[in-house]
């Protein structure tokens, strides 16, 4: 881990996401504790870290997601150097839908 985000107030955050029980718990509780901006950009991150594990291009990915070249060199760059959370993730979840990568 880069920076040293543990802390009581993040273990306090991430025991309430666990709490959730669905997608219909997730919107709720997502749309009070962010802007529709950063649950937007959250996703759009954890799509275009998808399409890269998928082998598409950064034109194919920016074109589909509208994320910068920026954003796309940082999300692949966690996916090669980070902590593996993406992968983790990714083993549990069923392959992205070809409509949406």
């Known amino acids: 881990m880069g920076k ?3 802390s009581p107030s993040v273990d306090y955050l991430f025991q309430a996401i666990l ?7 997730c ?16 996703s759009q991150r954890f799509e275009v870290a998808a399409m890269l594990r998928a082998h598409k291009t950064y ?3 920016a074109e589909k997601t509208g994320a910068s070249t920026a954003t796309i060199s ?10 593996d959370g993406y992968d ?10 070809q409509e949406e990568a």
């Open 19 to 25: 709490s959730l029980k669905d997608l219909d718990e």
């Open 27 to 42: 919107y709720t509780f997502f749309e009070d504790v962010c802007t529709i901006n950063e649950i937007l950009l959250l």
């Open 74 to 83: 940082r999300v692949n760059r966690s996916l090669n150097y980070g902590n």
């Open 59 to 61: 034109l194919e990915i």
């Open 88 to 97: 983790m993730v990714f083993e549990r979840l069923p392959e992205l839908p």
């Open 4 to 6: 040293n985000i543990k």
